[in-house]
């Protein structure tokens, strides 16, 4: 049984039956027709005014009433797609079963997988290898053979469930006429399809029709409908939808319908409590959650995936060489301070208020984080945030392991504060999350009693055993990380003692500084930093400033490409920060520090860049930490400046979101430049950068820093993969185009 490829224009298959030609069925048949995907489409339907119908529609090339008409003589290029109400599916098996050879392959497309199986086996004795249990899901309110539309499948998902037994061959069919149509196919077990779908469709069919048979039939008041208006339309669309199908469905998928039903239940209770009491906490809590996960279903929507962990849509950038940047940019506020804000307010006592906070996905993972712990939190809105704290003591468990994405930072930091927590917790994240190690944290949290459990090699996810007493401890960190020294300052919260940190080198002081802010105390004295357990955090106001790491790239660009002349506004310049700045002069960098002023605490300035050509410089090691995360954009610099660069004692840049001193160098040797990689740094030769296409390694920093690259290279450069650029700097694209560099966002 040969199957060809999607995409070609030959048949996939002989003959395509269609048992039941409603929306669902009657699309397939007239998307496979219309693109010349069988060679014949035959539909069997109950009444022969149904199969007149369809055939002048033009859905099927032809239409019978009676399944045998049609069974006995299918052969092995064809396919029988079982289009029928859920618990109608077992009579249909019952009557093809004898009939048709076991080289035809059957699937279909109820909702429910488990009692789909379950019918099979009492037809069959056991699921026959020929038959692929699927589901497209690409229904609406819209119901019978008028409805069919030979698109309907495009860019929408089938989740196909294959059992042991499955045929390699028969699955393989199935999954090329899915795609054949324009559809993405996904495989899932049975449970877990119904449990999924359980949630996510059938529940919330069961309350549109429950909420339109109450409105229609228990209220009393007879023009109700006339005053309904998008509301009440857009909440109870589906209760159109086809009764009979949807009485299946239920008693199909039974148990894992009253599931989320109780549950539901039990928070429309607790809801109404709510209300009754004017919990206003509790009520902004609800609709602060739902409005956040619905906002994010939306974007998800515009990819038309089913659930996040799915498909991530992926980018590259495509930069045209040369130009020069010029204006002046405000860049979004600094991600360190974005995390610190949100974990600081939400255990402190009162409501903080945070304005210039980072819409990147890295500090709405922290946001998302305290949230499934139980603090409210309204916004962001254009960078504003207010957070309920609930004290030191006030977080809840959350229901589910925290997601932390891309965000080292977040479970650094978390890991700290979850160690003195009442509960259990885990954290897990992205692919290149789960390759960073988290040994640096554990080790002194379980110094200080916590009990911390990490994947192979002290790797993520990290599991975080509750309710220890933890004890204060003097640590002195093998490596200069403001990561850790918060991690165990965070902890040192809830330990019994005075916990002490000592750096080996000055590392960003955000924690303490903002600490202080909150006011609990934290003492200084050089590299040491101490504070006591058994404090409280007061709420406050903070004032989050532009980010200095994403403001590099800028004074980078605009310094290394003839005619430029650009400000960026409101930096931070905190001095465990602009290492950066430091080394740009020391290469010739023209840049001019004006209106500088302290904001809650922290250094801000405009910076003026201007055109200079750079000069390659052995970069002076006590500068690393303070430009830690700038390094890669710092590469590109040397890459433009005349002579060689050296940087040593950066090792560190091995273990961030990629081995930046690796990525760093293969894009700059693709791009023609002599970058030579060293165990603890690079050695660059400026020189011409050419064209070419380079990876990002999932590494927001690396795509960055290629794209302002563009700005001196003789062609064009691809950077492939940008996606994460969103974690720290979403408004990246968009500054780009309006200060001049020429880049395009391309789906890869
Ligand atoms: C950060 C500390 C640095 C930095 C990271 C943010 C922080 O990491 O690279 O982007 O917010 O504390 P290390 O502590 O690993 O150096």
């Not at 995409?7 to 699309?27: D, N």
């Amino acid at each position: 049984m040969a199957v060809k490829e999607p995409g070609t224009q030959e048949p996939l298959i002989g003959r395509l039956v269609v048992i039941g030609l409603g929306l669902i069925g009657g699309s397939l048949a007239a998307g496979l027709k219309a693109r010349h995907l069988c060679r014949e489409t035959v539909g069997v339907v109950r009444r022969a005014a149904t199969a007149e119908q369809a055939v002048a529609l033009g859905v099927v090339d032809r239409a019978v009433t009676d399944v045998s008409d049609i069974a006995s003589e299918l052969g092995p290029d064809d396919v029988i797609f079982i289009s029928v109400p859920t618990l109608a599916v077992e009579s249909v098996l019952r009557a093809i079963a004898a009939q048709v050879d076991p080289a035809v392959t059957i699937t279909d497309g109820a909702s429910v997988k488990g009692s789909v199986i379950d019918a099979a086996r009492t037809v069959y004795g056991d699921v026959p290898p020929q038959f692929v249990p699927g589901h497209p899901i690409a229904g609406s309110e819209k119901s019978g053979v008028t409805a069919a539309n030979p698109d309907l499948y495009e860019k929408h998902r089938v989740i196909l469930t294959p059992l042991e037994n499955t045929d390699a061959e028969h699955l393989k069919r199935v999954t090329a006429l899915w795609q054949g149509v324009g559809a993405e196919v996904l495989s899932m077990s049975v449970a877990e399809h119904d449990e999924v779908l359980g949630a996510t469709s059938h529940l919330p069919h069961a309350i549109a029709y429950s909420l339109v048979d109450t409105l229609a039939h228990d209220i009393g008041n007879p023009n109700i409908f006339r005053y309904a208006a998008g509301g009440f339309r857009d909440f109870t669309r589906i209760a159109s939808s086809d009764p009979v199908m949807w009485h299946d469905i239920m008693r199909a998928n039974k148990d894992a319908v009253i599931t989320a039903l109780d549950l539901f239940i039990d928070n429309l209770t607790r809801l109404r409590r709510g209300i009754e009491t004017e919990d206003s906490e509790y009520l902004l809590g609800v609709f602060t959650r739902a409005k956040t996960a619905r906002d994010h279903f939306t974007k998800l929507l515009a990819k038309r995936a089913l659930v996040e962990s799915m498909s991530t849509h992926k980018i590259d950038y495509l930069l045209q060489p040369g130009g020069s940047v010029t204006g002046s940019i405000r860049v979004p506020g600094d991600k360190s301070m974005s995390h610190r804000s949100i974990m600081l307010g939400s255990l402190a006592e009162g409501v903080t208020e945070v304005e210039g906070f980072l819409e990147g996905e890295d500090a709405l993972a922290t946001l998302q984080a305290f949230r499934d712990m139980g603090v409210v939190i309204e916004g962001p809105d254009s960078g504003r945030v207010k957070i309920h704290g609930v004290g030191l003591h006030g977080l809840k468990a959350p229901k589910k392991p925290l997601y932390v994405g891309n965000s080292g930072t977040t479970i650094r930091l978390m890991s700290g504060l979850l160690a003195g927590q009442a509960f259990d917790s885990e954290m897990s994240g992205d692919e290149s999350l789960a390759k960073r190690p988290m040994g640096r944290v554990a080790d002194p949290l379980r110094a200080m009693g916590a009990v911390v459990e990490t994947a192979e090699g002290g790797r993520p996810p990290l599991k975080i055993k509750g309710g220890q007493t933890l004890k204060a401890i003097d640590y002195v960190m093998p490596m200069a990380s403001a990561q850790v020294k918060s991690c165990v300052l965070l902890a040192g919260l809830y330990a019994q003692g005075t916990t002490r940190v000592t750096e080996p080198a000055p590392t960003r002081d955000h924690t303490e500084r903002m600490l202080t802010g909150f006011g609990y105390s934290v003492k200084k004295d050089g590299p040491v930093a101490e504070l006591t357990g058994g404090g409280k955090l007061t709420a406050t106001k903070i004032e989050v400033p532009a980010d200095i790491s994403s403001a590099t790239f800028y004074m980078v660009a605009a310094s290394i490409a003839p005619g430029s002349d650009l400000t960026l506004t409101h930096v931070g310049i905190n001095p465990t920060r602009i290492g950066v700045i430091n080394i740009l002069k020391l290469m010739g960098a023209d840049l001019t520090l004006s209106n500088e002023r302290v904001v809650g605490g922290e250094p801000v300035a405009d910076i003026r860049v201007r055109y200079a050509p750079l000069k390659g410089i052995d970069i002076p090691e006590d500068q690393v930490p303070l430009a830690i995360d700038e390094f890669p954009a710092l590469f590109v610099a040397a890459a433009c400046a005349e002579g060689k660069t050296v940087l040593t004692g950066a090792e560190e840049l091995r273990v961030k979101e990629s081995d930046r001193i690796q990525a760093m160098a293969d894009g700059l040797q693709i791009l023609g430049i002599d970058a030579e990689p060293t165990p603890d740094g690079i050695v660059i030769q400026g020189g011409q950068l050419g064209s070419g296409e380079v990876e990002t390694h999932h590494d927001h920093r690396i795509a960055m820093s290629f794209a302002i690259a563009a700005l001196r290279a003789s062609g064009p450069i691809r950077v492939k993969d940008a996606t994460n650029v969103a974690t720290s700097f979403p408004t990246f694209v968009e500054l780009a185009k309006q200060t001049g560099i020429s880049l395009e966002v391309i789906d890869s």
